[in-house]
């Protein structure tokens, strides 16, 4: 680390609450019987009596039903035991008419006959029956082997009447919010037609992107406790997030949800020595995910098969990864130290290059991007960033050695860039220098910092950038933003395919919003009050008829849907 820029270095938060949750699991088994009183002492010759008298738990295990996912124990139940019977059938048992639970004795479970009643309950009312064992509902025979255990997270009764009226009531709040789209465009154009000419700066472009933006909505919401950077496979429906697991001693872990089923979550543990997970990105094509860690590590993990199916080495920490946006076998990682390494997937012991940067500062940012025309064929871009500046890399070609985007060096010290994936729109973020900020403060009053755990927050800028060809680069625009003076922020930019009036989406520091800012002008043109502060990562994606930009604020992920039209 003594290479390392000390206005560059990260600190990575210490979590405070680092206590295990450890939940009493009660076993059936050696529970004594406490239902004494519901034994009949007279008659103990009945063969068929001690033959069901004598089914363990273990066996009513052994005919359990296949397992669903768990969510809750019944908690939230008591709220709607207020409520009439018509609203609380299906959560309560039938014969105690308390809430039943996914665990423990009063655990959901079933007879044959499909009727469903907490364990305890009807494991009482099947033993004080001497002759007549039948179900309390249907009168059906049944005996204790029969009852079968169910793993659910709520069992209610489907309304059909209900759900066509949740469906007539969504048809029409669609139709509202259709109708109200038109009046909102109005409003919004009014607002910036009203502007004075110098300081517009739009036209018939920024228009009509106001019109298309109207179709951002919020899709799901997710609160993930230690999440820190994450990635969406929109052609897959797959959500996967590295999160610091709690009480595990700086461990991480992945957890992937589908976008289908959001209920659907599957924790995947990393190996302790992968250490914290600095980036996440997937394939475009082949439902794979790169992994960059501190621990020195670049995992490739097959998200089909929630395996690892590489693991390369790498001569120092991880801090950012992309996938070739050409070829699927190529991968690159950006190291601590500086360096760019290129691995070929048909190389599983070390990458086939690596190449020292322009200064040993970390590569924060990574992005493979599209050649442009003047370039021979098979050569491969990479743009990347480091506290001197953004730079691209042309590999295959006659010179591989990294070119520094001019005047990118002049404007502080790069924290962070983003590139769009189908255009050349490209934006770098910038935070000042010790001696730029020191020379500011004794010459002008500079606005109060807003302070949390994680550093203050410090006027920096955005500059636009676009790429016209080959190691050349035209700056378009630049805007004052409010930064933090030791994170590293996330920033994305959302390009809208057959439109030409792309967004620009970052944190504001001071404000704690995330702020959409048209390209290349970089005019603020919306703001998102996130619930939570700082955000942590900002990622956008393409799908197959939709795109979808996720913000992870904290430890809440909000993905928000972009209907192409």
Known sequence: MSDVNPAFYIYDDVEDEDVVVVEDVMDLDEEEDDDD???????????DEEDDEA?????????????????????????????????????????????????????VCCLPCGHIYGLSCIQKWIRQRQSSRKCPQCKRSCSLKDVRLLYASRIVVVDEELQKKVQKLEAKCASLDTKNVGCCMFNMISSFLSLSPPSLHLGPLAISHFFFWFLLKQLKEFNIEGARVFDVDASGQVLLIARRLTGMGGLFGLTKISLVAPHDRLDMQLPSNTKAVRDLRFSPRDRLLLVA??????????????????????????????????????????LQNGMLLVFDMRQTREPVKCLAGITCNP???LYSVSPESPSPSGVRTILTASSIGACEWNFGGVDERPFLIPGSDNEGVCVSLACSSSNSNIVASYRPKVNMLNKESASQAVPTPSTNAMGNSVVGSHVSYKRTSSQCFQKLGSTCANVNDIRLPKSAIVDIRNNDAPLFVSGDEARGEITLQLLPSLLTVQHLTPQKFPVRDVKFTHGSNSSILGCLCDDILKLYSLKLS
């Not at 009949?40 to 063969?47: A, T």
């Not at 995992?299 to 690892?308: C, D, H, L």
């Open 37 to 47: 009183e519901y034994e009949d002492d007279e008659d103990d010759d009945d063969d």
């Open 55 to 107: 089914v363990s738990t273990a066996a009513i295990v052994k005919n359990k039903t296949t397992p669903l996912s768990i969510d809750d124990d019944g908690s939230g139940i008591e709220e709607l035991m207020s409520k009439d019977n018509n609203e609380i059938d299906g959560l309560c048992c039938p014969i105690c008419m308390e809430p039943w639970t996914s665990e423990g004795v009063h655990q």
């Open 293 to 334: 860690s501190l621990g020195k590590k670049l995992s490739i993990i097959s998200s089909q098969s929630n395996t690892t199916v590489l693991t390369y080495d790498l001569p120092a920490a991880a801090w950012s990864c992309s996938w070739d946006i050409s070829c699927s076998n190529y991968a690159y990682a950006g």
């Open 363 to 365: 590569i924060h940012s």
